[in-house]
T-cell receptor
Framework: DADVTQTPRNRITKTGKRIMLECSQT?????MYWYRQDPGLGLQLIYY???????NKGEISDGYSVSRQAQAKFSLSLESAIPNQTALYFC??????????????FGEGSRLTVL | AQTVTQSQPEMSVQEAETVTLSCTYD???????LFWYKQPPSRQMILVIR??????QNATENRFSVNFQKAAKSFSLKISDSQLGDAAMYFC???????????FGGGTRLMVKP
């Protein structure tokens, strides 16, 4: 089983619908992130959470919200989806104790299409 | 804010040959970390190699090595003896003092010709 699991893997929805992307991890990491990938733009940070009570906006948080339900769970919501939110979304984790390495561990991505 | 630039949207290499992917970054920090991630068609992001800025020696992982030029803020990836399985998107990423938050470049798509 993957250490960082995202659901759903693929989703097609309509404009105006509420969508939730879920992420769970078994790595025991305290930090979790949501990134969005668009062609030519790399990955852009949407939100990040350094622990259950700490939620922070990233570069492109408008139109998104998050919830850190537990150390192992971090969900991303689109309250009213719009077509330009069509993208590949990645959840990632890291360990604050691993400052030297600074490595992120990624889920397999959730491809969202908004019609 | 830090920025990471990959100026080559696409590159191609003949199997068994060597290819170099370019990356430049902008930062005012002196202590930071740089990474190359590989994204094959499976979409999974895989760490290829990392470099700590305070280390002058270039990192090497098997066929993958970097040319880290701190003064020039350049961090290129060299892939030797290219294999078909190396075909993927490659992302350069920066991690500074703000914590474990990576800033990514736009990516380079590498094609490997048999």
């Amino acid at each position: 089983d993957a250490d960082v699991t995202q659901t759903p893997r693929n989703r097609i929805t309509k404009t105006g619908k509420r969508i939730m992307l879920e992420c769970s991890q078994t790595k025991g990491h305290d930090r979790m992130y949501w990134y969005r990938q668009d062609p030519g733009l790399g990955l852009q940070l949407i939100y990040y959470s350094f622990d259950v009570k700490d939620i922070n906006k990233g570069e492109i948080s408008d139109g998104y919200s998050v919830s850190r339900q537990a150390q192992a769970k971090f969900s991303l919501s689109l309250e009213s989806a719009i077509p330009n939110q069509t993208a590949l979304y990645f959840c990632a984790t890291s360990d604050s104790r691993d400052r030297v390495a600074g490595e992120l561990f990624f889920g397999e991505g959730s491809r969202l299409t908004v019609l | 804010a830090q920025t990471v630039t990959q100026s080559q949207p696409e590159m191609s290499v003949q199997e068994a040959e060597t290819v170099t992917l370019s990356c430049t970054y902008d930062t005012s920090e002196s202590d930071y970390y740089l990474f190359w991630y590989k994204q094959p068609p499976s979409r999974q992001m895989i760490l290829v190699i990392r470099q700590e800025a305070y280390k002058q020696q270039n990192a090497t992982e098997n066929r993958f090595s970097v040319n880290f030029q701190k003064a020039a803020k350049s961090f290129s990836l060299k892939i030797s003896d290219s294999q078909l399985g190396d075909a993927a998107m490659y992302f350069c990423a920066y991690n500074g003092n703000a914590g474990n938050m990576l800033t990514f470049g736009g990516g380079t798509r590498l094609m490997v010709k048999p």
